[in-house]
T-cell receptor, first 115, second 112 residues
Framework: KAGVTQTPRYLIKTRGQQVTLSCSPI?????VSWYQQTPGQGLQFLFE???????NKGNFPGRFSGRQFSNSRSEMNVSTLELGDSALYLC??????????????FGPGTRLTVL | DQQVKQNSPSLSVQEGRISILNCDYT??????FLWYKKYPAEGPTFLIS?????DKNEDGRFTVFLNKSAKHLSLHIVPSQPGDSAVYFC???????????FGQGTTLQVKP
């Protein structure tokens, strides 16, 4: 059974640009959550999508947005990049959603560097 | 506002000894707690969890203790093995919101 995949694995952008990250969940999983990991801050919840609808949202500015497609694949977009957006972006998938906490499976992440 | 805190950035123990990782939280509405382990270049993997109605949960070498009055939980690994060397994250949630709030992580090094 294939795990959660994220593309690209590494990305370098400059300030002001925008970026789109992709996440393919485990087959059959309908929920995809996104997290930002930075040194000293741990993993911070960005948002969760379930059946193409955003169900939960963290405390991030509107520059961070996402969407989910009918095949459950999800994309995350960050516009007008800032240096502080440099981080590891992780997505996690689960069958039913955030209620099944111990069944959240994480992808390897996308390392974004903003210069 | 860090609702979940892991105050020790790193911990080093000898193989065979006990590893104790600590986590504190501030939100009394949290009712579910989890520990994740993360190796470099991989995503976090679920390790063990505990509901607020319990004060202990054990799974093999891993035991999680919850002290609700102190808003504190800990993960005990006995005996520690070199393969346990990783970053450990604690996380907390309220069943009503469903969002997981993570701590900053503790890097565990188990020396042979």
């Amino acid at each position: 059974k294939a795990g959660v995949t994220q593309t690209p694995r590494y990305l370098i952008k400059t300030r002001g640009q925008q970026v789109t990250l992709s996440c393919s969940p485990i087959s059959g999983h309908r929920s995809v959550s996104w997290y930002q990991q930075t040194p000293g801050q741990g993993l911070q919840f960005l948002f969760e999508y379930f059946s193409e609808t955003q169900r939960n949202k963290g405390n991030f500015p509107g520059r961070f947005s996402g969407r989910q497609f009918s095949n459950s694949r999800s994309e995350m977009n960050v516009s007008t990049l800032e240096l502080g957006d440099s981080a590891l972006y992780l997505c996690a998938s689960s069958k039913l959603g955030l209620e099944n906490f111990n069944e959240q499976f994480f992808g390897p992440g996308t390392r974004l560097t903003v210069l | 506002d860090q609702q979940v805190k892991q105050n020790s950035p790193s911990l080093s123990v000898q193989e065979g000894r006990i590893s104790i990782l600590n986590c504190d939280y501030t939100n009394s509405m949290f009712d579910y707690f989890l520990w994740y382990k993360k190796y470099p270049a991989e995503g976090p993997t679920f390790l063990i969890s505990i509901s607020s109605i319990k004060d202990k949960n054990e799974d093999g070498r891993f035991t999680v203790f919850l002290n609700k009055s102190a808003k504190h939980l800990s993960l005990h690994i006995v005996p520690s093995q070199p393969g346990d060397s990783a970053v450990y994250f604690c996380a907390a949630s309220n069943s009503n919101t469903g969002k997981l709030i993570f701590g900053q992580g503790t890097t565990l090094q188990v020396k042979p």
